[in-house]
């Protein structure tokens, strides 16, 4: 899951960056309305993080800008303005949710799952076969037992899972999960991929991750296994 901070004070941008980024999202930063504005309408984010006071173009106007051009990333405003008229012009103006300055870095990332749930049709827990990941609780398990995984494993994971059946290229991969600090030069993708393969498949059956030649990957879509089917599972295989 990708997203864009747009926040002019730099040391609460890098806060929320690196908060972020241990929570496994990719994170892009720009620190000016028309950087932020140029950043949202140029690359698809899952969420983007506004500060409403910014230098070149205020938050409010970009955000006006940003829905007429089409944009339609779930928008959190960003705060120190906290009256109940200034919440509401800003959920007038487009922005999907309202965060007041000073807030908790645990309350950020809420509100950026909640948003990223609203988005889409999308479920707390995704379930492939007997593969579970758990994003509240960032917790995966496959036939029941639990797996560890790095954060950009779990990001890469969580991809896949919400797009299963579906040939994802490396460049969709990229854009999702890495951010422009990302050098597509490099093999990373694969990289990645193989360590979560052998985590996720090795010794399983059947393997959920696909290299489609020359194409992409791809999460094969399994129905999801019934609890008992998952127990019946570990017991035969001892
Ligand atoms: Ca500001």
């Known amino acids: 899951m990708r997203v864009l901070v747009i926040e002019d004070e730099k040391r609460v941008a890098g806060f929320m960056r690196r908060s972020l980024s241990e929570a496994g999202y990719a994170v892009d930063c720009a620190y000016?309305?028309?950087?932020?504005?140029?950043?949202a309408q140029t690359t698809i984010y899952d969420v983007i993080i506004l500060d409403l006071m910014l230098p070149k173009r205020d938050g409010l106007s970009l955000l006006k800008s940003l829905r007429e051009g089409g944009g339609a990333a779930p928008v959190?405003?960003?705060t120190a303005k906290g009256t109940v008229r200034d919440r509401v012009t800003g959920l007038n103006s487009g922005c999907d949710d309202y965060l007041v300055k000073p807030f908790s870095i645990a309350e950020l990332i809420a509100r950026v799952r909640a948003l990223l749930r609203r988005g889409s049709p999308q479920t707390a827990t995704l379930h492939i076969g007997d593969l579970v990941l758990d994003t509240t609780a960032h917790r995966v398990t496959r036939a029941g037992r639990p797996i560890e995984l790095t954060p950009k494993e779990f990001a890469l994971l969580e991809y896949l899972m919400r797009?299963?059946?579906?040939?994802?290229?490396?460049?969709?991969i990229e854009q999702h999960v890495w951010n422009y600090d990302f050098d597509s030069g490099t093999n990373l993708v694969e990289v990645h991929l193989s360590h979560l393969r052998a985590?996720?498949?090795q010794g399983l059956h059947p393997p959920l991750i696909e290299t489609v030649r020359g194409v992409g990957y791809l999460l094969k879509e399994v129905p999801a296994a019934s609890p008992c089917e998952s127990h019946r599972r570990i017991s035969a295989s001892g």
């Open 163 to 172: 797009n299963a059946g579906q040939v994802l290229t490396k460049t969709m």
């Open 32 to 39: 000016d309305g028309e950087e932020g504005l140029h950043f």
């Open 199 to 201: 985590k996720i498949d």
């Open 76 to 78: 959190l405003a960003v």
